[in-house]
T-cell receptor, first 110, second 114 residues
């Protein structure tokens, strides 16, 4: 299996621009998680889906962040407008019984 | 809700020495406990999982962890450290019973001294 796939692996953008991060979960997994990792705050859960339905979005920092899962094989995390404090590594993980993480997207907002 | 404590944000051991990374959970006995490893510029990789079937759990790369209910602990060990073990290690537990959300510890960075 290819594992969890994330794209892009690196993203550099300017403040105010829209950013879209993409995730393809492992086939057959029924839950998908979006995390953010920074030196200051560590690993934070932003949102998770079960069977494509958002279950808990309490970690989404503010309205600038949104996530969708239109089908079982694809999810997006969008930041609009982006700000420098959004700079972080964003991970997607999928799960059937244990969470498996993707390689992450390193986002830099200038 | 569960909390997970990892004692020691940085641990250094000599190559060939015993590795011991500490993890304690806070609430009632969790159904599962996990250790993940993160190598530089990579995602978290599952090392091992406790499921109550056995208190001693063996994982990948020679690591194992022992669940001790009396101590609310799930410490990770490896008898002989290798240079390739240098990484950050995270302990995790379900946030609430029946919930898929995980509560992660703050991580322990393991350095191997040649």
């Amino acid at each position: 299996d290819a594992g969890v796939i994330q794209s892009p692996r690196h993203e550099v953008t300017e403040m105010g621009q829209e950013v879209t991060l993409r995730c393809k979960p492992i086939s057959g997994h029924n839950s998908l998680f979006w995390y953010r990792q920074t030196m200051m705050r560590g690993l934070e859960l932003l949102i998770y889906f079960n069977n494509n339905v958002p279950i808990d979005d309490s970690g989404m920092p503010e309205d600038r962040f949104s996530a969708k899962m239109p089908n079982a094989s694809f999810s997006t995390l969008k930041i609009q407008p982006s700000e420098p404090r959004d700079s972080a590594v964003y991970f997607c993980a999928s799960s059937l019984y244990e969470q498996y993480f993707g390689p992450g997207t390193r986002l830099t907002v200038l | 809700a569960q909390s997970v404590t990892q004692l020691g944000s940085h641990v250094s051991v000599s190559e060939g020495a015993l590795v011991l990374l500490r993890c304690n959970y806070s609430s009632s006995v969790p159904p599962y406990l996990f250790w993940y490893v993160q190598y530089p510029n990579q995602g978290l990789q599952l090392l091992l999982k406790y499921t109550s079937a056995a208190t001693l759990v063996k994982g990948i790369n020679g690591f194992e962890a022992e669940f001790k209910k009396s101590e609310t602990s799930f410490h990770l060990t490896k008898p002989s450290a290798h240079m390739s073990d240098a990484a950050e290690y995270f302990c995790a537990a379900p946030t609430n019973f029946g919930n898929e959300k995980l509560t992660f510890g703050t991580g322990t960075r393991l350095t191997i001294i040649p």
